[in-house]
């Protein structure tokens, strides 16, 4: 007997040390508390563990996505929508696709113009201002919260921007009427310098959902948007939140507020997965099961990017997140989780990675903030930045004032977001949702 409490007492020390993450996780999950163990772990000795338990963990999963050396021009379940045929395009089909693109977009917007209100344009700002002045109270620095992507830039270079957008749009399953306005993301893209031609790259922006009012907007008929540019839904709808570890704690605060707001919350998080490798994780097929066994899902949330920033080979070549060849891929899985949920009847609010901590891995989750703007203007989607909630004036902060009290907004491991910061995403999320 004593042998046996001593060996459970033991394994609750090691855990309390070494596993701390999972701990409190579990508590969450189980009984939507920590008991103030999050703050008692904080203030001891065993933060300690909990600190070189997640250098390990952190080290382990880098030297996982280097040794596997992807192959995405070879990977089995390439994109069933034409991911990697994109790299397989010629230059002239390219051009081709280019040409066909830019010809139907002139005709869009001919005939948005022609059906367009003359006062649209001031609705627009005041819903725009209105929404985002709703969400205020969250954080004190969010007031003045500003993205700092747009420095350092340079004239803006199309051609990379161009390629993405192609590989989003032209092979895209979402059908598109030319009636129908988009849903546009505000964005002046910039160029960012890198050490070469072929790591050009539009530099991310201050990017935000364009609350475009006309009525009751319909955009791809997918997200219906209110007079005040906030996302319809019924009471009684399922809201599916899908992403790596950044989104398990919004995942676990939206199952505690969104069914005061007669939502349902299905939650798919999971820690270590991304879109780029389908080898050990599939969102894809996840999502497409989910739905198909959850009729009521009409709006999926995802936040996914930080596994995602490694180099891949194709074709005995290593392209890394700058090229435009890795972000033509990269967006070619993005537009599959589009057209999955699409296909089931579903919107997309996708929400941007906050900034991080490392100025190198801040600079590559940008580019793929990017990716997924230029994704919601294409295909139809809401985008939803997260620095301002968890960041003060887009620098990395523990820490963010709010009222008389320092409120902590992120770990100890400079990317993920606290119990607090995930929190007010989450409330942030439901302030964006009129439920009728």
């Given at each position: 007997?004593?042998?046996?409490?001593?060996?459970?007492?033991?394994?609750?020390?090691?855990?309390?040390?070494?596993?701390?993450?999972?701990?409190?996780?579990?508590?969450?999950?189980?009984?939507?508390?920590d008991?103030?163990?999050e703050?008692w772990?904080?203030?001891?000795?065993?933060?300690?563990?909990?600190?070189?338990?997640e250098?390990?963990?952190n080290?382990?999963?880098?030297?996982?996505?280097?040794?596997?050396?992807?192959?995405?021009?070879k990977d089995?379940?390439?994109?069933?929508?034409?991911?990697?045929?994109n790299?397989?395009k010629?230059?002239?089909?390219?051009?081709?696709e280019?040409?066909?693109?830019?010809?139907?977009?002139?005709?869009?917007?001919?005939?948005?113009?022609?059906?367009?209100?003359?006062?649209?344009?001031?609705?627009?700002?005041?819903?725009?201002?209105?929404?985002?002045?709703n969400?205020?109270?969250?954080?004190?620095?969010?007031?003045?919260?500003?993205?700092?992507?747009?420095?350092?830039?340079?004239?803006?270079?199309?051609?990379?921007?161009?390629?993405?957008?192609?590989?989003?749009?032209?092979?895209?399953?979402v059908?598109?009427s030319?009636?129908?306005?988009?849903?546009?993301?505000?964005?002046?893209?910039?160029?960012?310098?890198g050490?070469?031609?072929d790591?050009?790259?539009?530099?991310?922006?201050?990017?935000?959902?364009?609350?475009?009012?006309?009525?009751?907007?319909?955009?791809?008929?997918?997200?219906?948007?209110s007079?005040?540019?906030?996302?319809r839904?019924?009471a009684?709808?399922?809201?599916?939140?899908?992403?790596?570890?950044?989104?398990?704690?919004?995942?676990?605060?939206?199952?505690?507020?969104?069914?005061?707001?007669?939502?349902?919350?299905?939650?798919?998080?999971?820690?270590?997965?991304?879109?780029?490798?389908?080898?050990?994780?599939?969102?894809?097929?996840?999502?497409?099961?989910?739905?198909?066994?959850?009729?009521?899902?009409?709006?999926?949330?995802?936040?996914?990017?930080?596994?995602?920033?490694?180099?891949?080979?194709?074709?005995?070549?290593?392209?890394?997140?700058?090229?435009?060849?890795?972000?033509?891929?990269?967006?070619?899985r993005?537009?599959?989780?589009?057209?999955?949920?699409?296909?089931?009847?579903?919107?997309?609010?996708?929400?941007?990675?906050?900034c991080?901590?490392?100025?190198?891995?801040?600079?590559?989750?940008?580019?793929?903030?990017q990716?997924?703007?230029d994704?919601?203007?294409?295909?139809?989607?809401?985008?939803?930045?997260?620095?301002?909630?968890?960041?003060?004036?887009?620098?990395?902060?523990?820490?963010?004032?709010?009222?008389?009290?320092?409120?902590?907004?992120?770990?100890?491991?400079?990317?993920?977001?606290s119990?607090?910061?995930?929190?007010?995403v989450?409330?942030?999320?439901?302030?964006?949702?009129?439920?009728?």
């Amino acid at each position: 007997m004593l042998r046996f409490v001593s060996t459970l007492l033991f394994a609750l020390l090691f855990s309390a040390f070494f596993m701390q993450g999972s701990l409190l996780y579990y508590l969450e999950q189980r009984f939507h508390d920590d008991f103030g163990l999050e703050e008692w772990l904080r203030r001891s000795p065993f933060r300690v563990g909990g600190e070189i338990y997640e250098k390990i963990a952190n080290g382990a999963d880098k030297l996982e996505q280097r040794i596997k050396g992807e192959d995405i021009s070879k990977d089995e379940d390439a994109s069933p929508h034409g991911g990697s045929e994109n790299f397989k395009k010629s230059t002239q089909d390219r051009m081709a696709e280019n040409q066909a693109l830019q010809s139907t977009r002139a005709r869009d917007h001919d005939v948005s113009q022609s059906v367009k209100p003359q006062d649209s344009k001031p609705q627009a700002h005041a819903a725009k201002n209105s929404a985002l002045n709703n969400s205020t109270h969250h954080l004190k620095t969010r007031d003045s919260a500003q993205e700092p992507y747009a420095q350092n830039s340079a004239p803006q270079n199309s051609t990379s921007q161009n390629s993405v957008s192609q590989s989003l749009a032209t092979t895209s399953s979402v059908p598109r009427s030319s009636s129908a306005p988009q849903n546009p993301v505000t964005a002046s893209a910039t160029l960012q310098s890198g050490e070469n031609s072929d790591s050009q790259l539009p530099a991310p922006q201050a990017l935000e959902q364009n609350l475009t009012t006309q009525g009751s907007v319909e955009v791809d008929a997918k997200i219906s948007l209110s007079d005040d540019g906030k996302i319809r839904l019924n009471a009684g709808d399922e809201v599916l939140f899908m992403g790596d570890s950044l989104m398990q704690y919004v995942g676990m605060n939206a199952k505690k507020f969104f069914p005061k707001r007669s939502l349902r919350v299905i939650d798919l998080s999971k820690q270590s997965t991304g879109l780029a490798s389908k080898k050990s994780f599939d969102w894809q097929k996840t999502l497409d099961t989910a739905l198909r066994e959850n009729g009521g899902v009409k709006l999926v949330v995802v936040l996914l990017g930080a596994n995602d920033v490694w180099e891949y080979r194709a074709g005995g070549k290593t392209y890394g997140i700058k090229t435009p060849r890795w972000r033509e891929f990269y967006a070619s899985r993005v537009r599959e989780i589009y057209d999955t949920a699409h296909s089931h009847g579903a919107g997309v609010l996708w929400l941007a990675m906050p900034c991080m901590q490392k100025p190198d891995f801040e600079e590559k989750t940008q580019l793929l903030n990017q990716i997924y703007a230029d994704a919601s203007m294409a295909l139809g989607g809401y985008f939803m930045q997260t620095t301002p909630l968890v960041c003060e004036k887009g620098v990395y902060k523990t820490y963010l004032q709010s009222g008389s009290k320092l409120v902590r907004v992120r770990q100890d491991d400079g990317i993920h977001m606290s119990k607090e910061g995930c929190e007010a995403v989450a409330k942030e999320i439901l302030s964006r949702i009129e439920v009728e």
